[in-house]
């Protein structure tokens, strides 16, 4: 083996060469089929649907062969939409600056060769109010807007904002600030102090600002595009885009002023191109890698889309660019893979009797869907029910340590074990047997003591480097920002190294024994005897366990007496895992020997990114807290307790009574329980217990993440992992559902032979 002293001198020669090669997974070949799927991860309660459109007899006479087209403005132009990007801004910035960039307002335009800032104009009277909450709940924040009418007497309302996808409460409308500070001091006893004032005015004009240049316009919309001629080809234009944020947009851009008289921002573009900035958001390719999976997806959001379009007409768009709706990253989230995925389905949407169906969808089901009504209870469709979720189920991964061992201590102890005698000297025996392993040559000197600053000098002095300052004073600000010649071996060897914990400023500390473990094994990661990789679960069979790794497909014989460890909540101890397809792991190899499996902790704001989903959940909430989320949504109720009154079909809880003060209570039904609790879904038991610092409350063990009503990803994508096509995978999540192309406000046939099924 070679001695790992001559990569530790690299960190100090920034000349170097590192070499860095990147895999580009091959085009798959696509499969025609009928995808249907369900709202976003995170979408809150559903909307009124729009009238379906007609579907003509002929199609009508035969609902299993020419699938029906949908078309929406005239069959030859493309379908184009308004994208909500943010809201409620005081002024926008336009995209500049270029000879191409055309500003148009009314029947005039301007070219954008220089910067220009739009404001709203002035208002003849500016109205001031109380923002009270900000709530994810559709239906949540309208009922608490008229709560505080009927309690207050005020107007009060509740919108969207396009940024956050969250839905504003306003209270009041008074003449001044102070007026609106006094009442919410009256109104003390509905618990509005954390209640803000903003501003509203309402004038329908606008003012840019060029320079010292102010200009009025009457109007409320204004539009930025590139400038079109018969040289300019409109693909290369397209890919140049337009920028808001630190994101490029394709289409055009528009500002349009509010009822609020304010500034939200809009993406207006083809609906195909929406797309593009839509699917890779809901359903990362890098993870979700199956192009069966994501066609679904794709059909999922077509139909989505087309089906709720205009429903913020008031707003100037048609369709939120956040979970509210759908998750919109414009061309900065772009993949090759969901471009295949929306090219290979173009234009396909999902009928259920000849209408477009609401085509809702969620991160993980937890192992079975529900019934629309139990989470959105003001709706009743018959293709949304609830299926067994077999495909995308768990597969349970044995430990074969005690349960509870903790990490990395249970695997530092098994390899290196301490001999008798005293703290010190064993430890020390314990480095010198990796560094023999390793292939390394004993230093001449001792361990001095089990202090931090004696520790690295004699890590180092393994690693024929005591003599190197550099590497000892520069080691953490390489690993933040690694010299450019490094490899990745490098880097992975010197972030192991730091991650030994002796690199902080207290040279003097003691270290505990979790400490010196971690010592131990950051050693043996540095110098090779322990390996680390991350890999993606796909299934476990007589074949072996199928995983994804380096970039490719694998499947690896499972040893005996493998140890798997699971999050708790300091660190990770050691437990059998229930893995699902797409769930990411961290495998050891202890020399070239497979030895732990390591299911990565998950923090709660991480749940929706798609390596992320998960299997099971666990949650405690003090009365304390469920107190103040009440507050926010039902003030003045107060909080004394939970009662569960109704299940859904999947277990996931239907009705629930909050218990308040002075007998009172309430019923919250649907996902509207899912954001009063602040839980990753609805499929939960809950029991009366304490945390360990004697706080009353509640804990809730469940399963799922999102709604769980229509298309799972995660059940989406093991089906393709099992080669089911689109339209299987569809069919499966909605019933009775059928294939048509959009091509503007028309219907026609979409024939599938069947054969290729």
């Known amino acids: 083996m070679k001695r790992v002293w001559t990569w530790l001198a690299a960190l100090a020669l920034p000349w170097l060469v590192a070499g860095c090669a990147r895999s580009v997974a091959p085009p798959l070949t696509p499969v025609e089929t009928t995808p249907s799927s369900e709202r976003p991860a995170e979408a809150p309660p559903a909307v009124a649907a729009p009238t379906a459109l007609p579907l003509p007899e002929a199609a009508a006479e035969a609902p299993r062969q020419p699938v029906p087209e949908v078309v929406t403005r005239s069959p030859q132009a493309p379908i184009r939409l308004r994208v909500g990007l943010a809201s409620d801004l005081a002024e926008v910035e336009l995209p500049c600056c270029g000879q191409d960039l055309v500003l148009t307002f009314g029947e005039a335009s301007l070219g954008l060769d220089e910067k220009v800032v739009v404001r709203p104009g002035p208002g003849a009277a500016t109205t001031f109010r109380l923002q009270v909450a900000a709530l994810r709940d559709e239906a949540q924040g309208a009922q608490l807007a008229a709560r505080l009418e009927r ?65 009025r316009v009457e109007g409320r919309r204004l539009t930025v595009e590139r400038r079109r001629d018969a040289s300019t080809l409109a693909a290369a234009e397209d890919e140049r885009g337009l920028v808001f944020g630190d994101r490029r947009y394709r289409g055009r851009l528009q500002v349009f002023l509010n009822e609020r008289g304010r500034l939200n921002v809009i993406n207006e573009l083809p609906l195909e191109s929406y797309l593009r ?47 509210r709706c759908q998750v919109y990253g414009g061309m900065s989230i772009e993949h090759p893979l969901s471009d295949q995925a929306i090219t290979d389905t173009a234009h396909q949407v999902l009928l259920f009797d000849g209408e477009l169906v609401d085509a809702r969808y969620s991160s993980t089901c937890g192992g079975h869907t529900e019934d629309i009504e139990v989470v959105f209870p003001q709706e009743n469709y018959p293709y949304l029910r ?52 390793a292939g390394l040559t004993p230093p001449t000197g001792r361990l001095a003591s089990l202090r931090q600053g004696d520790l690295r000098r004699f890590l180092l002095a393994l690693l024929d480097l ?99 460890f699971r999050p708790v909540e300091d660190g990770l101890a050691s437990d059998s895992l229930f893995l699902m397809a797409g769930d990411p792991v961290r495998m050891v190899w202890w020399r070239d020997r497979l030895v732990a499996v390591v299911q990565p902790f998950v923090s709660e704001r991480d749940f929706r990114a798609p390596a992320n989903r998960w299997r099971s959940w666990s ?53 509207a329980i899912r954001w009063t609790l602040a839980l990753p879904d609805t499929r939960f038991e809950l029991r009366r217990t304490r945390s360990r610092q004697g706080a009353p409350g509640y804990f809730f063990s469940g399963s799922g993440l999102g709604h769980g009503v ?22 499966h999540y909605y019933s009775g559902v059928t294939l048509a192309r959009a091509r503007g406000r028309a219907v026609a046939p979409l024939r599938v032979d069947p054969a290729a099924r």
């Open 151 to 215: 309690l207050t007497g005020e107007p009060a309302s509740s919108h969207i904002d396009a940024a956050t996808g969250l839905y504003q409460v306003r209270l009041g409308r008074f003449e001044s600030r102070q007026r609106a500070l006094a009442a919410r001091q009256r109104w003390r006893s509905l618990d509005l102090a954390e209640a803000w004032v903003v501003a509203e005015a309402g004038d329908a004009a606008l003012v840019l600002g060029r320079g010292d240049e102010q200009r």
């Open 277 to 323: 900035g839509v699917v890779p958001g809901e359903m990362g390719p890098n993870l979700y890698d199956r192009i069966e999976a994501l066609k679904a997806q794709a059909v999922a959001a077509r139909t989505y889309t087309l089906r709720n379009l205009g429903e913020f007409e008031r707003e100037g768009y048609d369709i939120c660019a956040t979970p």
């Open 386 to 437: 609830g299926v067994p979720c077999l495909e995308a189920g768990s597969i349970a991964l044995s430990n074969h340590l005690r349960p509870g061992a903790r990490y990395p201590e249970a695997i530092t102890r098994q390899f290196l074990p301490a001999p008798p005698g005293n703290s010190l000297g064993a430890f020390e025996a314990r480095l010198l047997t990796a560094a023999q392993q």
């Open 466 to 564: 005591v003599l190197d300052p550099r590497v000892a004073t520069s080691l953490p600000e390489w690993v933040e920002q690694p010299p450019a010649s490094w490899s990745t071996e490098e880097v992975r060897r010197a972030r192991a190294l730091y991650a030994s914990g002796l690199w902080r400023e207290d040279d003097e500390r003691q270290l505990t024994p979790s400490q010196l473990e971690m010592v131990l094994y950051s050693f043996a990661r540095t110098v090779g005897l322990l390996v680390e990789k991350k890999a993606t679960h796909r299934a476990l069979d007589d074949t072996g366990w199928r995983i994804r790794l380096e970039g490719r497909e694998q499947t690896v014989e499972l040893p005996r007496g493998l140890a798997a």
């Open 619 to 671: 949650r405690f909430r003090s009365d304390q807290r469920l107190a103040r989320q009440v507050e926010e949504r039902y003030p003045g109720l107060g909080f004394t307790g939970l009662e569960v009154l109704e299940r859904g079909v999947s277990g996931r809880v239907a009705k629930l009574r909050i218990l308040g003060r002075d007998d009172r209570s309430i019923e919250v039904e649907g996902l």
């Open 710 to 731: 229509g298309m799972c990803q995660t059940g989406a994508f093991a089906m393709a992992l099992r080669s089911h096509d689109y339209r299987q995978i569809l069919e």
